[in-house]
Nanobody
Framework: QLVESGGGLVQPGGSLRLSCVAS????????IGWFRQAPGKEREGISC????????YTADSVKGRFTISRDNHRNTMYLQMNMMTPEDSGVYYC????????????????????????WGKGSLVTVSS
């Protein structure tokens, strides 16, 4: 399972770090990603990284502001979010799956064919003054 923490309310321009602890499977062999669902929108993959090659994808909407990372010793993945805007508000989900023969971008953008096996319950992030 995946257990998230770190969501909450942050002012525009502020920062948050989401954490996601994995248990019950071999974390370091799985591809991982962070997805978010904004109100009224479909869930989107915002950053994914493969286990085997470390191939990294970050969506244009968050590039330069958000950073995904993993600590295999702690079975934990992180999403550092900086310079946040109200458009970053939504429910954030951590996910793990595969390993896939695919790039981080394909995993993030094509969940129909590269569906993650494990999902966190979601963390609500609200960016507002």
């Amino acid at each position: 399972q995946l257990v998230e923490s770190g969501g909450g309310l942050v002012q525009p321009g502020g920062s948050l770090r989401l954490s996601c602890v994995a248990s019950g499977f071999t974390f370091d062999t799985h591809d991982i990603g962070w997805f978010r669902q904004a109100p009224g929108k479909e869930r989107e993959g915002i950053s994914c990284i493969t286990a085997s090659t470390g191939n990294l994808y970050t969506a244009d909407s968050v590039k330069g502001r958000f950073t995904i990372s993993r600590d295999n010793h702690r079975n934990t993945m992180y999403l550092q979010m900086n310079m946040m805007t109200p458009e970053d508000s939504g429910v954030y989900y951590c996910a793990a799956g595969g390993p896939f023969i695919a790039s981080g971008q394909r995993i993030c953008q094509d969940q129909k064919n590269y569906g993650m096996d494990y999902w966190g319950k979601g963390s609500l992030v609200t960016v507002s003054s």
